[in-house]
């Protein structure tokens, strides 16, 4: 039973969505966002909404090296659920020349999240209760030419998931990876995608939660994803570097 649930970030579309959810079963919730006036109106809504203890951290992962404010949640009242949701897609052309701008995505998708999960899967591993859920992509398992920056940094997140839970199994810590494929939010605004393979996330928030509930090891939003990255992953390579996508 999920009793307070830390969603980072609580503002983008997905993390809203699975707020949303959560409060609906009754779960506390903190929140954090770099807009510190959205953060208070989602408090509001959700705690007059579903009746329920919302507490907001503002926190930007986009200024670099900064530092999760841990001291914001007491130890005492530690979630028993994290969920990391922040993810930035950028532009391949650009960051393929703007080191910046590559590494910035490599921060925000691998490294930010490797510092501040590994803080608080020490906790839990500590207190033997807790679990842990990163959204992750698909994108991550073969390098494309469209995103392969973005995409090398979800497949070490992925990786990295993926040890975090064999590490924290036998502590009692439960550890999800989610890979969405495509969702409505604002990171694919500008982008066409096919409407049968596209969730909302809402529907995508209800089906994480029904997963880590049953303690599934991985999610594909859309089962139909593991199907397509199967076969992606199948192409020989020397026929898979002719191709364009």
Known sequence: ????????????????????????????????????????????????????????????????????????IPDDNFPDL??????????????????????????????????ILNTIAEKYKINKHGGIIGISSVAGERGRQSNFIYGSAKAGFSSYLSGLRNMLFPFGVHVLTVKPGFMQTQMIENTYTPRILTISPKKAAKKIIKAYLRKNNTLYVYGSWRLIMFIIKTIPEFIFKRLKL
């Open 1 to 72: 039973m999920i009793k307070k649930a830390l969603i980072i970030s609580g503002t983008s579309d997905l993390g809203y969505a699975l707020a949303e959810e959560l409060a609906e079963r009754g779960v506390s919730l903190i929140l954090t966002g770099r807009d510190e006036k959205q953060l208070s109106s989602i408090k509001s809504d959700l705690s007059i909404r579903f009746k329920i203890t919302v507490d907001v951290i503002v926190f930007s992962i986009e200024a670099m090296q900064s530092e999760f404010p841990f001291d914001k």
């Open 82 to 115: 994290t969920i990391w949701t922040i993810g930035q897609l950028g532009e391949q052309e650009k960051a393929f020349l703007d080191k910046k701008l590559a590494s910035r995505i490599i921060e925000t998708n691998y490294t930010q999240p490797v510092y």
